[in-house]
């Protein structure tokens, strides 16, 4: 059995071409994992703050002198990090927003790339400790943007989950949403179809 966790960041409940995939994902997940722990966290409906001073103090700060704002951020992250400790497999799924990924996906991220808990800093550079895990980014785009200039998104997150030792990491774009039906078509079809392939 594996423990599955998904992290949805999708500012529309209704109509979010990443939710449709992230949907399209576990239907196929789940009867092939039937026995496997499924966690969802739905970052538009439980926002996660953006990296603030009282997080920064709860991380840096000795325990009797944290605030209670300090308190209740370390919490927090402790909640957010110990989700993903425990995962065997992440789901991000992620629209792109102005060629990146939502800010409340970044926000999540701040949380959880934790020096000594995520990874470590040695001698020859940062060290990844979340090894072994695999990871599958689901992502709707207005237009097409895999392996162009314009995408800020795949190259971030390659990059921000190899730093904390997953390199393990599979990339579903459904793209040219906002071309018109028959490219919006075309790509949602084309995703899926990869999604049923890897999960």
Known sequence: MSN????E????QQGSISRDLTQA???????AHPADRITVRDLAVEQV???????????????????????????????LTEELLAADVLVLAAPMYNFAIPS?????????????VTF??????P?????????????ARGGVYAGGPFDHQEPYLRQA???????????????????GTEFQEKGIAQAKALVAKVA
């Open 4 to 7: 599955v966790l998904v992290i």
């Open 49 to 79: 703050p953006h990296l603030d001073a009282d997080l920064l103090g709860g991380w840096m700060k000795p325990a009797d002198q944290h605030s209670e704002t300090e308190k209740a951020a370390l919490e927090r992250s402790n909640l």
């Open 120 to 125: 470590k800093y040695t001698e020859t550079g």
């Open 161 to 179: 989950l190899g730093f904390i030792g997953i390199h393990d990491v599979s990339f579903i774009h459904a793209e040219g949403m906002n071309m």
């Open 104 to 116: 409340t996906l970044k926000a999540w991220l701040d949380h959880v790339l934790r020096a000594g």
């Open 9 to 12: 960041s999708s500012a529309r």
């Open 25 to 31: 994902f576990l239907a196929q997940w789940k009867a």
């Open 127 to 139: 060290q990844g400790l979340l090894t072994g895990k695999r990871a599958y980014v689901l992502t």
